[in-house]
């Protein structure tokens, strides 16, 4: 099932919680929230308190990326933020079965992202136990940069693991995401499409994620 996911990275932070419930209005799927901490990447957005607030504003799904260096040590209170989707990088410090296993046990959906320098093959091991797996299309950190079409191979790897084991997972794609590379990444096998800038920085967001939504249709 394809998903649209705003990241909120370029919305107006000014008017969050209303920006937060027009993206429900719009016809998003789910609203993705970046969380930086200026460690694991070099730049720092918000953190659970922030999402918390947001919370109240629209029952739309939160697809939560964590950009942070130790992920298990906040999972509990991103969850009680709010979080549906809890996604953290592989390359994170914090054990990642550990990580997963304390995601799953608050009732969230574990999902595991890799950086563009990453193997796909470093999420094989965890496939039998996320819902999602995120490939970064863009270095991790900062919004509106170019998409980068030389992850397409790990994104066909993965679909095609994932066949092969007969798991049917989510494949995020994030960074870059606007019709032309959201056709490009669903082609690829992508299901799940992240898009920053070419949503919230569109006259029309309706019409925006429409666009993206149609692209990515067989
Ligand atoms: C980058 C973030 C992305 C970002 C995408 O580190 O993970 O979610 O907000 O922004 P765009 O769509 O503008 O590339
Ligand atoms: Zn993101």
């Given at each position: ?107 969230k959906t ?23 797996v995120l ?84």
């Open positions: 099932m394809i998903k649209i996911s705003p990241s909120v990275l370029a919305s107006d932070f000014s008017i969050l919680g209303a920006e937060a419930k027009r993206m429900g209005e719009c016809g998003a799927d789910m609203l993705h929230l970046d969380v930086m901490d200026g460690c694991f990447v070099p730049n720092i957005s918000f953190g659970a308190p922030v999402i918390k607030a947001i919370r109240k504003c629209t029952p739309i799904l939160f697809d939560v990326h964590l950009m942070i260096k130790d992920p298990l040590f906040y999972i509990d209170s991103f969850a009680e933020a709010g979080a549906d989707i809890i996604t953290f990088h592989v390359e994170a410090d914090s054990p990642v079965s550990e990580t997963i296993d304390k995601i799953i046990s608050l009732g574990p999902s595991l992202s890799v950086r563009p320098s990453t193997d796909i093959s470093s999420v094989y091991p965890y496939l039998d136990k996320v819902g999602m490939v970064m299309t863009v270095e991790p950190g900062f919004g509106g940069q170019r998409f980068m079409p030389d992850m397409m191979s790990k994104v066909r790897a993965l679909r095609e693991e994932c066949k092969k084991r007969k798991l049917d997972i989510d494949v995020e794609v994030d960074g870059g995401i606007n019709p032309q590379t959201a056709e490009i990444a669903a082609r690829n096998g992508a299901n799940v499409f992240v898009a920053g800038s070419s949503v919230f920085k569109s006259e029309d967001a309706s019409k925006a994620i429409a666009e993206i939504r149609s692209a990515t249709l067989p």
